[in-house]
């Protein structure tokens, strides 16, 4: 179950600089706008420490970390839900996101200059947003035109559904965003075959000078203070500083990048982790002499469907999950002392798996 993330921003706001950061695909980047007018996917290798400490002890033959599915969105601007600039061709990436991250330019650069001629994230981001609600405004129009036509034979349901949908529809004309509309959550299903751009989970991304990567600036302290209240998560990326860092093929030399730079880890791990964190994700192991393997699922997903990320035959044909906790693996040493301490467990169809619980799949086809 990959995670989909998309990278959106105005033009010169640094997303394809951040793109290649994390990804094994790498965009063109250019100080003009409009340089790409299609989308740059790539794949993101989710870093955890967990999975190479039970190689240390498993000795597999080769490690496979859990992956993001990332996409470049080219650059938008206004008017873009009307056809300027990039106009549309970005509406499907974006619909087929899990969640967005939302790159706002907190940096000064005269060699890049910004198309409103100056530097203000709070601006950039409302603008952004005004395109995706007239997307969605517009989606939402087309779906009452058609149960209006259907509920002229009086079928109440429909009725309800375009009254939910009316509710919607004044919400984002009132520029707010669908995942916050005052609906009940029971009347949600209402939009769900729509896949609102506004409704989507979003991570902001304050994208800063080299200079400011730790503390921000005041670009960045304005956005977060704009932002304040709101249930959502703000990061602050350096991401041209983060590029140079990627470019590097000794980890030792990452590791004084980073210290010259006064950061713990690169920023693209945190926002790995606010995505996760975001879309209530957990990753589980499974161990043994040809792999050890992360893989990634929702909080409270049972055992039989967590084989079934695994591979569909293992769901089908599942029998039980033999359970190891990655403290005990660590600590104890072995499956072998796991058993013997008691800390090898045999569950059923009914077990929640748990955020670093190492699965041994039983299963019969």
């Not at 999950?321 to 009914?350: P, Q, W």
Request: aromatic fraction near 6%; charge should be negative; charged fraction near 25%.
């Amino acid at each position: 179950m990959p995670l989909h993330c998309g990278i959106v921003g105005l033009p010169n706001s640094g997303k394809s600089t951040l793109f290649n950061c994390v990804s094994n695909t790498k965009a063109q980047t250019s100080p003009f706008a409009y340089t790409s007018n299609k989308s740059n996917i790539g794949v993101v290798r989710v870093p955890d420490p967990r999975l190479f400490e039970i190689d240390k002890i498993i000795k597999a033959a080769k490690v496979v970390p859990t992956t993001i599915e990332i996409v470049d969105i080219p650059g938008l601007a206004r008017g873009s839900s009307r056809g300027e600039g990039v106009g549309n061709s970005f509406l499907s990436d974006i619909r087929n996101a899990d969640a967005l991250i939302h790159i706002v330019r907190c940096f000064e650069d005269e060699n890049m200059p910004h198309l409103d001629g100056s530097v203000d994230p709070v601006r950039d981001k409302e603008a952004l947003e005004l395109e995706l609600q007239v997307k969605d405004i517009d989606s939402i129009d087309r779906k009452i035109l058609r149960l209006e036509k259907l509920a002229k034979s009086g079928d109440k349901l429909l009725r309800r559904q375009i009254e939910i949908l009316q509710v919607y529809k004044q919400h984002l004309e009132s520029f707010g965003m669908a995942r916050n509309a005052p609906v009940d959550e029971n009347d949600t299903y209402v939009i769900d075959d729509l896949f609102l751009l506004t409704e989507k989970p979003v991570i902001y991304v304050c994208n800063v000078d080299n200079a400011s990567a730790v503390k921000g600036n005041k670009h960045s302290q304005a956005f977060q203070a704009a932002l304040n209240g709101e249930n959502t998560q703000v990061l602050v990326i350096a991401a041209e500083a983060e590029a140079e860092i990627a470019e590097l093929d000794s980890e030792e030399d990452r590791e004084v990048f980073l210290q010259d730079m006064g950061l713990e880890e690169p920023g693209v791990n945190k926002l790995i982790r606010a995505a996760y964190e975001l879309l209530e994700l957990e990753t589980f192991f499974t161990a043994g002499p040809k792999e050890v393997r992360a893989w990634t699922i929702r909080k409270g997903t049972l055992a039989p469907q967590a084989a079934g990320v695994i591979h569909s035959d293992l769901e089908r044909g599942f029998i039980r999950a033999e359970v190891m906790k990655y403290h005990d693996f660590i600590t104890l040493g072995s499956e072998h002392a796991c058993r013997e301490a008691g800390k090898f467990a045999i569950e059923g169809k009914n077990y929640l798996v748990k955020d670093g619980d190492i699965l041994h799949i039983r299963f019969n086809v």
